[in-house]
């Protein structure tokens, strides 16, 4: 079946730091890849949508410039959390789908902030 | 209002139990709808497309009413192995985004 990789699984890092996560669709070209967040006891909500070799669409709320998104090819996209801080700490999913397909998603990257 | 409203439980049934869940969404322009299973710290996972003519996979029955935005999922003769938390999701006709209730929890015990 249709495989999506992330990486890396789980990140500590230090106030400050820049973080980047991968996104790969590992047996399937993804014309379109979701990036959402999920904090404890709360819902998946949906930070952006991207196109390959296209600027991603992000919702309302979330700050291009804080959460970068790349999507240069149709395999991989990521996701820069630019000096991420304490309430950046989150799980952090991404999902792909492939035209006329479902989404297929990511393991899901845990980010710590110190 | 959220787009998509779920009791959040949790629900403890011992093995063998029946359990139902239940889903409500705002956006009556909403398409397609699904169960997923989302188990501790890890990614969602498709449990199961849900249909207007309702469908059934193995012990599984998913129900839709469109006229009253409702969704329902059901679960027969419960396995420990059920314990998670499931997510109703909602993807509306503008785009393939999804949007996700905050998830129904389950705990079944021996």
């Known amino acids: 079946g249709a495989v999506v990789s992330q990486h890396p699984s789980w990140v500590i890092c230090k106030s400050g730091t820049s973080v980047k996560i991968e996104c790969r669709s590992l047996?399937?070209?993804?014309?379109?890849m979701f990036w959402y967040r999920q904090f404890p006891k709360q819902s998946l909500m949906l930070m952006a949508t991207s196109n390959e070799g296209s600027k991603a669409t992000y919702e309302q709320g979330v700050e291009k410039d804080k959460f970068l998104i790349n999507h240069a090819s149709l395999t991989l996209s990521t996701l820069t959390v630019t000096s991420a801080h304490p309430e950046d700490s989150s799980f952090y999913i991404c999902s792909a789908r492939a035209e006329d397909q479902p989404q297929h998603f990511g393991d899901g990257t845990r980010l710590s902030i110190l | 209002r959220k787009e998509v409203e779920q009791d959040p439980g949790p629900f403890n049934v011992p093995e063998g139990a029946t359990v139902a869940f239940n889903c409500t969404y705002s956006?009556?322009?909403?398409?397609?709808f699904f169960w997923y299973r989302q188990d501790c710290r890890k990614e969602p996972k498709l449990l199961m497309s849900?249909?207007?003519s309702g469908n059934e996979d193995g012990r599984f029955t998913a129900q839709l009413n469109r006229a009253s935005q409702y969704i329902s999922l059901l679960i027969r003769d419960s396995k420990l192995s059920d314990s998670a938390t499931y997510l109703c999701?909602?993807?509306?006709?503008?785009?393939?985004?999804?949007?996700f209730g905050k998830g129904t929890s389950l705990l079944v015990t021996p």
């Open positions: 999701v909602v993807r509306s006709n503008s785009g393939y985004a999804l949007n």
């Open positions: 047996d399937f070209q993804a014309t379109t």
């Open positions: 956006n009556s322009a909403s398409q397609s």
């Open positions: 849900v249909y207007s």
